[in-house]
């Protein structure tokens, strides 16, 4: 008997200890105030608090030291204006009229906080490649008196010093620099960020608001590419994006020339063939150029070369321009010009600036010689090409041009298309 007492015992032992466990992992009962709140919370920063209630026809949140004070969002956000413990209740009026509260408390620990600045950069706010840039947090609170920098491409690239000095020397358009900063003594800490253009002043803009990027290319609408030689080589469209850009980017611009060879006028004495590719009417990513000021003219470039063609399997690009003056007088002669204007302002709600008339600035010829040309393609690997010139005059609306050579590769890639002010 003594043995079959103690079974029992122990199978309902069992069983409520199965009960309880399967208790815990029940999804909230309706009629049950139900709650997420943040597990750190930091004054003079936004906190969201989660009413997970079911059958909730409305709430109260009340937040003591809290802006606001109260909330009747599901989802509240709300920002304690000091640290230490604070009541926090959650007043719910049910789908059957009935009502409960539920009353806790929150610690909420000391504000911290700043920006990073730097010291020694350009007068447009670059950093020159090789010189020493010394970094701090200004308009510190919370008095931080611990600190973790990162410096993308940055040497050193990490520093515990409150006021770090770092160079660079690989061109970046942004580089991102990080610093968590802290409080031994209140144990608080957080994360500030600020982005820095390595290298020369980039001219030409993207447009996140309008997904409009016809520099990089990680955007869906990367502008209105031309293509010509003779027919019209638009349709079908040359250009597509293609995945993996050149510097880590994701995308690029791909010039499919087995398009273009099928279209275009072939030289009957050389056999060859080329496009001429420009931007001309990319909306707003074109540029302002000032008389004196230097300039710089870069993208990175890679090609797919044609199988078994070895003499021409290193060739670059036939030239690399830049083109002054986006809208030229023989498209206010059909009409095109006026169009052009009213679309812009349509998109910017702004009047674009105009020089009617294309000024050649700039042109760097493909030579034949490796040791003479600039846009030489030594693999199949990407790489940037620059240019340096003087601007004589001053323009608007200009842009980058290039000609492509199809008979030496089948496709071309093309990313970080960029006309640069070079900073003296």
Not at 16 to 36: D, F, H, N, Q, R
Not at 187 to 209: A, D, I, M, S
Not at 233 to 242: E, G, V
Not at 254 to 267: G, L, N, R, Y
Request: charged share 20%; glycine share 8%; net charge negative.
């Amino acid at each position: 008997m003594k043995t079959l007492r103690y079974s029992v015992l122990v199978m309902g032992l069992g069983m409520a200890v199965l009960s309880s466990c399967e208790k815990t992992e029940e999804a909230p009962k309706a009629g049950t105030i139900e709650y997420k709140a943040p597990e750190e919370i930091m004054a003079g920063t936004p906190a969201t608090f989660s009413d997970l209630t079911l059958n909730a026809a409305s709430r109260v949140w009340t937040f003591e030291d809290g802006e606001p004070a109260t909330s009747t969002d599901a989802e509240a956000s709300v920002t304690f204006t000091s640290a230490g413990e604070k009541e926090v209740s959650l007043k719910v009026t049910f789908n059957n009229n009935t009502v409960d509260t539920k009353t806790f408390t929150v610690t909420v620990s000391a504000e911290i906080g700043g920006e990073i600045e730097a010291s020694g950069l350009t007068p447009m706010g670059c950093i020159r490649l090789g010189e020493s840039v010394s970094f701090n947090i200004a308009n510190p609170v919370g008095e931080p008196d611990t600190y973790s920098w990162t410096f993308e491409g940055g040497t050193p690239a990490t520093s515990t010093d409150a006021a770090p000095s770092v160079s660079f020397d690989t061109r970046d358009r942004e580089m991102t620099v990080t610093c968590v900063i802290g409080n031994t003594a209140n144990n608080v800490k957080t994360t500030v960020t600020k982005t820095f253009v390595v290298g020369n002043y980039p001219l030409r803009t993207v447009y996140p608001e309008y997904n409009y990027d016809a520099v990089s290319f990680e955007y869906p609408n990367f502008g209105t590419w031309n293509c010509y030689n003779g027919k019209d080589i638009n349709n079908p469209f040359p250009y597509t994006i293609a995945e993996g850009g050149a510097c880590g980017t994701a995308h690029c611009l791909k010039i499919d020339t087995e398009i273009i060879k099928e279209q275009v006028t072939i030289d009957q004495e050389s056999g060859e063939f080329w496009a001429d590719c420009f931007m001309r009417d990319c909306w707003g990513s074109n540029s302002s150029i000032e008389a004196g000021k230097k300039y710089e003219v870069s993208m990175w470039i890679k090609a797919d070369h044609i199988a078994g063609d070895t003499e021409n399997n290193h060739r670059g690009l036939g030239c690399i321009q830049i083109i002054g003056g986006w809208l030229e007088n023989w498209m206010y002669d059909s009409g095109l010009g006026l169009n052009i204007e009213q679309g812009y302002k349509q998109i910017f709600g702004e009047d674009p600036q105009i020089n009617a008339g294309g000024k050649n600035i700039l042109e760097a010829w493909y030579t034949g010689e490796e040791e003479e040309s600039v846009n030489m393609l030594p693999d199949d690997d990407w790489h940037r090409f620059s240019v340096e010139f003087t601007a004589t005059e001053s323009l608007q609306n200009v842009y980058p041009y290039f000609r492509v050579y199809g008979n030496w590769y089948s496709a071309l890639y093309i990313d970080e298309v960029e006309l640069n002010l070079i900073e003296e």
